[in-house]
């Protein structure tokens, strides 16, 4: 069995900056794309960066390029999620997904990945 277990969330102020971390336990796996998504009460689960360990390339969502970066360390199927000039539309449970199949075009997409970690809350005060 694959857990992710994510760290680092909290409470901040506007303009302030959180690293979260993801870690995985059990098994042993490769992961080929690993990235993070997020869900605010009342809404759906929603993409915000992914990072694919065989071309080296990241992605990210509009409303968080520029403010959020991705990094990892694929021999140790870790994440990280540094965002800066958080705004209170940050505000959400942030959660960490592993997908060990082969590269999908569909990184953006919650259901192309295998393993998901429960959850760390990050709440933006204005």
């Known amino acids: 069995q694959v857990q992710l277990v994510e760290s680092g969330g909290g409470l901040v102020q506007a303009g302030g900056s959180l690293r979260l971390s993801c870690a995985a336990s059990g098994r042993t796996f490769s992961s080929n794309t690993m990235g993070w998504f997020r869900q605010a009460p009342g809404k759906e689960r929603e993409f915000v960066a992914a990072i694919s360990w065989s071309s080296s390339n990241t992605y990210y969502a509009d409303s968080v390029k520029g403010r959020f970066t991705i990094s990892g360390d694929n021999a140790k199927n870790t994440v990280f999620l540094h965002m800066n000039s958080l705004k209170p539309e940050d505000t959400a449970d942030y959660y960490c997904?592993?997908?060990?199949?082969?590269?999908?075009?569909?990184?953006?997409?919650?259901?192309?990945?295998?393993?998901w970690g429960q959850g760390t809350q990050v709440t933006v005060s204005s």
């Open positions: 997904a592993a997908r060990e199949a082969l590269w999908s075009s569909r990184y953006d997409w919650y259901g192309e990945y295998e393993y």
